[in-house]
């Protein structure tokens, strides 16, 4: 049963990624991304990472997708454009390297080298029980899995505050810094209108003056 | 709980999903296009990291949510990476008027 779940969901998943990468219309293309999206969720939650799943949707589906499509909005480039083709002469080295690069990749999932205290990866079916077995012994290790796996939520946030606290700190200022340097790249250089003015009237007197050196062109400003 | 379902087959849609976002990086021209096949070969490697984790047994010392931490500071690393990628293709836009990677060559000799 929970083969036939699976094998649908990968149909759709690596359907939905060629969709990704083929689609003509950046939109659809955007729109298949959120559908592999969603399939990964799953597969996490096939993985019984289910907080892993709800934070995929949350941050993929809800953010970055959402992202993306403003991106492609703002610029314009919906249908139509040459930049949505893909030029012919790099299309047989480019589905070549790709092809290559599975085939590394599945022989060295039926090659690994396993570690010496269980069979080889390739052949493992079975995940690692959580509970205890029938003489009621247990490894501590299975106990936290138990807990991580049934309150994945908690253990989490647990984790990140005591073992991996220096690294979450890292993340959240790597976070701060990529917001000022997003805010830095998109704010443009403009004087700032006189008080009282409307954002609109500065434009078109931006527009009457001309390029600014160094500034973005005239045609951009009144594309606004 | 034992599922029937093998490592591998987690391991084989990972693989073929990093290799259908690699085509899509060097195929498609539209930057924002590669942005997207970026974020499908790092969902790939979360795949990887996040089955790792359920169908192995921790090393020692080892805390019990090794792989599902890694593919969360993956996740975030994404969400930084997209924004500020998708603000420099808007100030490249701005700049040469389209958005397409082959256009941004002011740097080729």
């Not at chain 1, 949707?57 to 949505?84: E, K, P, S």
């Not at chain 1, 606290?165 to 997003?182: D, H, K, M, N």
């Amino acid at each position: 049963m929970a083969e036939i779940v699976f094998l649908v969901i990968a149909v759709l998943g690596l359907g939905s990624a060629l969709g990704t990468v083929l689609a003509r219309n950046l939109v659809h293309a955007a729109l298949y991304l959120i559908a592999f999206f969603f399939a990964v969720a799953c597969m996490f939650v096939m993985l019984e990472a289910e907080f892993l799943a709800a934070i995929q949707v949350l941050v993929y589906i809800g953010a970055v997708a959402i992202l993306l499509m403003f991106g492609i909005m703002l610029t314009r480039n919906v249908q139509g454009d040459d930049t949505t083709t893909i030029p012919n002469a790099w299309k047989v080295p480019g589905l070549f390297a790709g092809f290559c690069l599975f085939v590394v990749l599945v022989f060295g999932i039926n090659n690994a080298v396993s570690p010496s205290s269980r069979g080889k990866w390739a052949t493992s079916t079975n995940r690692p029980s959580i509970v205890a077995d029938a003489q009621g012994i247990e490894a501590a290790w299975m106990t936290e899995r138990r807990d991580s796996i049934n309150d994945m939520a908690r253990m989490v946030g647990y984790q990140l505050m005591t073992r991996y606290a220096l690294a979450f700190e890292t993340a959240g200022l790597l976070l701060t810094a990529a917001l000022v340097g997003a805010i830095a790249l998109a704010h443009r250089e403009e004087e700032d209108p006189a008080p009282g003015r409307p954002a609109g009237t500065a434009a078109s007197a931006d527009a009457q003056n001309g390029p600014r050196a160094g500034g973005a062109p005239a045609a951009s400003t009144s594309r606004r | 709980m034992n599922s029937e379902i093998p490592l591998n087959w987690f391991l084989y849609f990972a693989a073929a999903s990093f290799s259908i976002g690699l085509v899509g990086v060097l195929l498609r021209r539209n930057a924002i296009v590669v942005l997207m096949a970026i974020e499908i070969m790092l969902n790939a490697a979360n795949i990887n990291l996040v089955a790792f984790w359920r169908y192995g047994t921790p090393p020692p010392g080892a805390g019990p949510l090794a792989g599902v931490i890694l593919a969360l500071f993956v996740i975030t690393i994404a969400a930084a990476e997209v924004a500020v990628g998708i603000g420099l293709i808007l100030l490249c836009y701005r700049r040469w008027n389209a958005a397409d990677v082959d256009r941004y060559d002011s740097l080729s000799g």
